[in-house]
C-alpha cells in the first residue's frame, strides 16, 4: 500500500487524488493533507481519509479547524485525530511527512515552491501539478532532484503522456526522467494542443474576443486561468519549457502540434523514426492515477476509449501569428535563468487583468512581452530560489503597471 | 556490433535486413544467408557482405553457386569465402550459425518451420517475420521458446507495434513477449487494418473483384498474396491468431480496428485504460530495424513522420458481413491446436486458386471454411511438428478438390 501525501488537497488535483484514493482503498492511504482556505470540504477529508497530519497555509484559521474537528460527533469523527499544522513550516512538514510514499503537490502557484522543495530535499517521490516548480525554479530544482534521487512523476496529461511512452524505452533509467538530462533514442516529442476556445477565430475576430469567449473550453474542464491559457496557448508554450527540464530536450527538439479532438496527448519520436503516443479521453484522473500507482498499472472501471465513437484524429501546424504566446514562451524556455519565471508571472498577470475585463485578449502578449523585454536587463542565469520569487513579484508589477499604460 | 543470420535473404524481408546491414555497417555484421532460387541476387550479397556461411535449400544448385563465385574476378570476390551448405541442414545450420546473435527469418511457409526451430533450439533471438511458426505451430513453438529462453521480436509493423508499445512498461519482462503468457497491465490490443483494396466496396460489388482489384493496396507495397489477404482481411485475422500467441492474450482481448491511413500501426490498451500507440510511415524496414537494434533505437536519417501532413487519421469499425476471413480466424484461433495450421494452409490455397482465377474473390472464405469444418475430425489439441505439417498439406489439398467442386 502507497501512503500519499496530497499538497492542497481542496484544489482541482487534490480532491481527484482524493477520489482516487478512496476508488483504491486497498491501493492507497492518505497520510497527510494540506489545504488553503476551504475547511468545510477539508474536514470532509480528514472525516473521510483519517490522515495522520493536516495543515493549513493560513495560520490564523487553525482554531476554526480546530474547533469544527472538535464539534464533530463520535460516528462523524476520523478514526483518529490528525496532528494540526500552520503555516510555511506546516506546509513543509506535510510536504516531507516521514510516512508518506508519494507526495502529490497540487499548489498552485509560487505558494506551491517551498512544500515542493521539501518533499525533494526529504528524497520524496512527486507528482508534481504545480507548474511553477519546472518553469519558474527549473534551474533551482534540478540540482536538488539529483542531490536526493527524488522521482518528478508528471500529473498533467502531456507530460504525462510522454513520461508513459518514455517507459516505452527499456533504456528508461527512471532518475533520468528527472534530472533534465537527455535520454538516449529520443529524437524529440509532440507536444499536442486543442488549439483552444478560438482555434477556429480569425485573428480579426480575436481583437473582439470577450472573457465568456476565452473561457469556453472545447474539451477539456477546468479552471478559468487554464482555459484562458488554453486559448492563448500560452499553457502548451509553459508545457514547452517543463518538458524541456523534466525531460533534457533541446527546444528544438520540443514541437507543438494542434490536435482538436484532444485524444492523442502528446507523442514521443524516436532517432530510428519511430513515434510513440499516449491516448485517452481528456480527463485528469488517468495522469493522477499513474503517479500513483507508478510503475504498475491499476485494474480501472473507466470508461474505456474507443476510437470508433470518436471517428477521426485531426492535426494542424499551430498559427504562430495568432499564438504569439507561443513564441514568447519558446524564447523565454532559450534564454533560461530567471527569464521563464518572468514570462510565467506576467502571464498569470496579464490574464487576471483580461479576467478583470481590464485589457483587451490580444493585450495578454503585448504585456508578457514587454515584461520580458525588461526582465533582459536583471536577468539571472544561475539564480537562488530567492531570486526566482523576486523575479515573480516584479513582473506581476510591471504588467499592472503597463496595464494602466495602455 | 551485432553479428546476423538471415533465412530467405532474397526475399521482402531478406533483402530490406540485408539493406539495413548496409546503412549501418558499425552497427551489423551479416554472418550467415540462405537462400531459394535466386542465385544473381545471393551472390551479389556475398559480394557485399561476406558471411561465413551460405546454404541453400535446394542443393542441386550447389555447383551453381559455387561456380558463379569462383568466376568472380579477383576485384569482385568477397572477402572470405563463404563455407556453402544445402537443403534442409545446410538451412538449420545457418539458422544456429554460432557467431549469429540474431536469426532473421524471412522464409515464407511452413519451409521456414524447421530452421526456425534450429534457431530456437540453439537460443538465438529472432527477428520473426515466418508466420507459420507462430500461427501453425504456436502449440509447438511455445515451449521450445520457453525452454531455450530465445526471444521472438516481431517483424511484421502490427506485432512490432505491439512491442514496441509493451516496452513502455516497466514490468515488461521480454521473456514474458515470447512465451505467450498474460503481461500483467495489459487489458488487449488494437490491430490496425487498413481495410485494403475493397474498403470501400459494397459487397455487391466484391462479387464482380477481379484479381487485378484485390492485387492493388492502397498503402503497402507488398507481394500478391499478402495483398489479397489484406482485401479479404486474412491477413488481420492471421494476425490475431499470432498476437495471441506473441502476447499471451485470450482472444477477446485482441480487436480489430479499420485505420485508412496505416499510419497507427497498432495499440495496446492497458488496464487504467490509458491507451499507447506506435506510429510512423507504412515502410517495413523500421520494424526490421526495431528486431536489429533492440532493445536500442538507432540514429535514422529515414524520413519523419509529419501528422500534420497526413492531416487526418480515421477509425472504423470493421464490417463481419464484408469480411468473413476474419471472424474465421477468430475461430480457429479460438478452437487452438491444429486449427489455425488448417485455416492458414486453406487461405494460402484459396488465394492461390483465386490469382489463377480459378475461383471467384467471395469464394475464398468458403473454401476456408469447408476446410475448417472438415479438420474438425482430425483436429488434435496438442499436435507434435509432424501433426503441423501433415494438417498444411492436408488443407490444401482439401481447397483443391473443393475448388473443383465449385
Known amino acids: 500500500m502507497k501512503a500519499i501525501s496530497v499538497l492542497g488537497s481542496t484544489g482541482s488535483i487534490g480532491t481527484q487524488t482524493l477520489e482516487i484514493a478512496e476508488e483504491f482503498p486497498s491501493q492507497f492511504r492518505v497520510v497527510a493533507l494540506s489545504a488553503g482556505r476551504n475547511l468545510s470540504l477539508l474536514v470532509k477529508q480528514i472525516q473521510k481519509h483519517s490522515p495522520e497530519a493536516v495543515a493549513l ?22 478514526k483518529n485525530m490528525p496532528r494540526l499544522l500552520g503555516g510555511q513550516d506546516g506546509l513543509n512538514v506535510i510536504a516531507s511527512w516521514e510516512h508518506a510514499d508519494l507526495v502529490v503537490t497540487g499548489i498552485v502557484g509560487c505558494a506551491g515552491l517551498l512544500p515542493t522543495l521539501s518533499a525533494i530535499r526529504a528524497g520524496k517521490d512527486l507528482a508534481l501539478a504545480n507548474k511553477e516548480t519546472l518553469i519558474a525554479a527549473g534551474p533551482v530544482v534540478l540540482p536538488e532532484l539529483k542531490r536526493s534521487g527524488s522521482r518528478l512523476l508528471p500529473a498533467d496529461s502531456e507530460h504525462s503522456a510522454i513520461f508513459q511512452c518514455l517507459q516505452g524505452t527499456p533504456w528508461a533509467d527512471n532518475a533520468r526522467l528527472s534530472t ?10 509532440h507536444l499536442t494542443a486543442s488549439g483552444g476556445a ?5 485573428i480579426d475576430e480575436l481583437k473582439k474576443a470577450t472573457v465568456d469567449d476565452a473561457t469556453s473550453h472545447p474539451n477539456w474542464s477546468m479552471g478559468r486561468k487554464i482555459t484562458v491559457d488554453s486559448a492563448t496557448l500560452m499553457n502548451k508554450g509553459l508545457e514547452v519549457i517543463e518538458a524541456h527540464y523534466l525531460f ?17 496527448h502528446s507523442m514521443v519520436e524516436l532517432t530510428d523514426s519511430s513515434v510513440l503516443a499516449q491516448l485517452g479521453w481528456p480527463d485528469m484522473k488517468l495522469p493522477i492515477l499513474y503517479c500513483m500507482s507508478w510503475p504498475s498499472r491499476l485494474e480501472t472501471p473507466w470508461r474505456r476509449l ?3 465513437e470518436v471517428g477521426q484524429l ?7 501569428k495568432k499564438y504569439p504566446c507561443m513564441e ?36 495578454i502578449p503585448k504585456l508578457i512581452e514587454k515584461a520580458c523585454e525588461k526582465h533582459k536587463q536583471d536577468y539571472q542565469e544561475i539564480p537562488s530560489l530567492e531570486d526566482i520569487l523576486s523575479v515573480d513579484n516584479w513582473a506581476r508589477e510591471i504588467v499592472r503597471e503597463s496595464t494602466k499604460e495602455l
Not at 508571472?345 to 487583468?353: G, H, T
Open 57 to 78: 497555509a493560513d495560520e490564523s484559521l487553525l482554531p476554526e479547524l480546530k474547533e469544527r474537528l472538535e464539534n464533530l460527533s463520535i460516528q462523524e469523527k476520523p
Open 248 to 264: 533534457g530536450l533541446d527546444y528544438k527538439h520540443i514541437e507543438i502540434l494542434i490536435h482538436p479532438q484532444s485524444i492523442i
Open 328 to 363: 514568447l514562451a519558446y524564447a523565454a524556455g532559450k534564454a533560461g535563468g530567471t527569464m521563464p519565471a518572468a514570462l510565467n508571472a506576467a502571464n498569470e498577470e496579464a490574464v487576471a487583468q483580461f479576467l478583470d475585463e481590464k485589457i483587451h485578449f490580444l493585450d
Open 314 to 320: 485531426n492535426f494542424l501546424e499551430p498559427n504562430t
Open 306 to 308: 474507443k476510437l470508433t
Open 180 to 189: 533534465g538530462e537527455p535520454t538516449p533514442g529520443l529524437r524529440g516529442i
Open 198 to 202: 478560438f482555434r477556429d477565430w480569425s
